[in-house]
């Protein structure tokens, strides 16, 4: 399995050094397979600029990302309590700075209703946009696209939905689109709870998008001002970010607006289809949920959904909707406490059973090692 972690950085700068050299310590029980290492790029870019290459211990070139907010991201096997050696240098003829594709990338389609859409090698997603509020839609949670491929799918699904009527809610051969959302928390959304009723959020007012690829991809949501008990013009914003081999989106969400503290959840819907298909971890780690698609006699497989807090939540549970919303009966949730001026972090993503995840204990388990891996970060050293 896949993680993308940041790590705890050690800094001890040689002014005269043709290189840096960086180390890498997993000092976990987790293997960290194809992992995206975040480490910090000021004293890179001091020194060589972006126009770098990096190189492993066997001397192989790896992937490399600089990011909007200052980090420098590589790609690398870190096998659990071992160290990895890379060294940094400015490019030049005898050692180009590699380059990699794309697999990370979102777009805003204003061609569909401003849908947000983003993917990596694992999954895609969608968030839909102002031209669908103001049109009086009101779906809130995330939505999903399955996949099956490790390639950009999602503008060649748009452009054959629209142009060739090629339906994206088919599979033509890389995935489709057979989730369901409505008027819940889909695929991992958080919500305040007013008074015991939550406030679905419904579309974002901006997205800015931050990163593109290779490996990461990340954007800022803006959302509609919204009334939250005595508080109006409450503002939510959400960083969302995907990181390539992970099957999990980082989601740091915050409040401006508020004058007291709230209760808030994140969750996944759970679906009549698979009333009880969902793992609540014991130790709060984790929600896991298998979702039977809207068609399940269509062969459209399982998608398997995950939540993971990067703090232990006060609980989780399964709540049943007032009455059914559609297909939906309830949902799996963790649930906390909200306070003004801070931010709440947490993960969710999902995978598919035609895209890798052979089930739901497979999920879980990497669910469980996914905790594991935020409470124990890479120890890293440049020097």
């Not at 896949?2 to 700068?13: E, S």
């Not at 999903?144 to 033509?172: E, F």
């Not at 949920?289 to 959904?305: E, K």
């Not at 906390?336 to 001026?341: E, H, L, M, V």
Request: hydrophobic letters at 35%; a negative charge; one cysteine or more.
């Amino acid at each position: 399995m896949n993680f993308t972690l940041a790590g705890v950085f050690t800094l001890g700068l040689s002014g005269c050094a043709s290189s840096l050299k960086v180390s890498v310590y997993n000092p976990s029980d987790v293997a960290r397979e194809t992992a995206v290492v975040e480490i910090d790029a000021a004293p890179v870019v001091s020194k060589f600029g972006h126009e770098i290459a990096v190189t492993d211990e066997q001397g192989s070139p790896v992937t490399t990302q600089f990011t909007y907010d200052g980090k420098l991201l590589l790609e690398g096997d870190i096998p659990a309590r071992a160290t990895r050696r890379f060294k940094i240098r400015k490019a030049d003829g005898k050692h180009p700075a590699m380059k990699a594709d794309t697999v990370c990338v979102g777009q805003i389609r204003h061609d569909m209703q401003d849908d947000y859409a983003w993917e990596n090698d694992r999954g895609g997603y969608r968030l839909y946009g102002p031209s669908y509020r103001n049109g009086g839609g009101n779906v809130s949670g995330y939505d999903i696209w399955t996949k099956s491929v490790s390639y950009p799918v999602l503008a060649d699904r748009y452009d054959d939905h629209r142009v060739c009527r090629a339906s994206y809610h088919r599979d033509h051969g890389s995935g489709m689109d057979v989730y369901t959302v409505g008027r819940t928390l889909g695929a991992g959304m958080n919500a305040l709870v007013v008074d015991g009723q939550t406030a679905y959020p419904c579309a974002y007012s901006r997205c800015d998008i931050l990163d593109n690829g290779p490996l990461r991809t990340s954007a800022r949501i803006t959302c509609y001002p919204e009334t939250i008990g005595e508080d109006s013009g409450v503002v939510e914003t959400r960083m969302i970010s995907l990181d390539k081999g992970s099957w999990l989106n980082k989601i740091v969400v915050s409040y401006e607006g508020l004058s007291k503290t709230y209760p808030m959840i994140n969750g996944i819907v759970v679906h009549k289809q698979n009333p009880t298909g969902y793992i609540l971890d014991p130790d709060k780690r984790y929600l896991a949920y298998a979702d039977l698609t809207d068609n399940p006699a269509a062969g459209n497989g399982i998608i398997f959904i995950g939540v993971v807090n990067a703090e232990t939540p006060d609980n989780v549970t399964y709540s049943d909707l007032s009455e059914p919303l559609g297909d939906a009966v309830g949902h799996i949730i963790s649930e906390t406490s909200y306070r003004p001026g801070e931010s709440y972090t947490y993960y969710w993503g999902s995978g598919w059973s035609k895209g890798g995840v052979r089930g739901l204990k497979p999920w879980a388990a990497y669910l469980a090692d996914f905790s594991e891996t935020l409470k124990n970060p890479l120890q890293i050293t440049i020097e």
